[in-house]
């Protein structure tokens, strides 16, 4: 199986429109685990990717930003571990339910990516 690249390039064309989809569900994933700042959430899907995947800041800040406009989050500013104030965000009842939402329509789509790629290729000359 193919890994996954570790770094993410919201400017690549190619990554542009699954990473806003994908960077959703997952932020959506970790802050329904417990509230975090924008760093935590970072380190978070890192942590919980083995390392695999990593965000960047451009990207990640711009999402919460549309998610909470949308309601989905929702953010108070606390002194955090190193002492300085940091913007905490958390999932809001509507977040709750675009989270499980979307983990289905994720599912959904994996499970069709993964019939496509578990079909029989066409041996060489036959197609």
Do not use: C, F, N
């Not at 949308?70 to 108070?76: I, K, Q, S, V």
């Not at 339910?97 to 000359?125: C, F, H, N, V």
């Amino acid at each position: 199986m193919p890994s996954m690249p570790r770094h993410y390039d919201p400017a690549s064309p190619r990554d542009a429109v699954l990473l806003q989809g994908t960077l959703d569900l997952l932020i959506l994933r970790v802050l329904a685990l417990e509230p975090l700042h924008g760093y935590g959430i970072v380190r978070r899907i890192e942590q919980m990717s083995g390392e695999a995947m990593q965000i960047r800041q451009g990207s990640l800040y711009p999402a919460l930003y549309r998610m909470e406009q949308r309601g989905l989050l929702t953010a108070d500013w606390k002194t955090a571990e190193s002492g300085k104030e940091a913007k905490y965000y958390r999932l809001t009842k509507p977040g709750r339910k675009a989270l499980e939402s979307e983990t289905a329509s994720w599912q959904r789509l994996r499970s069709a990516i993964d019939l496509i790629l578990a079909s029989e290729l066409p041996k060489e000359g036959e197609a």
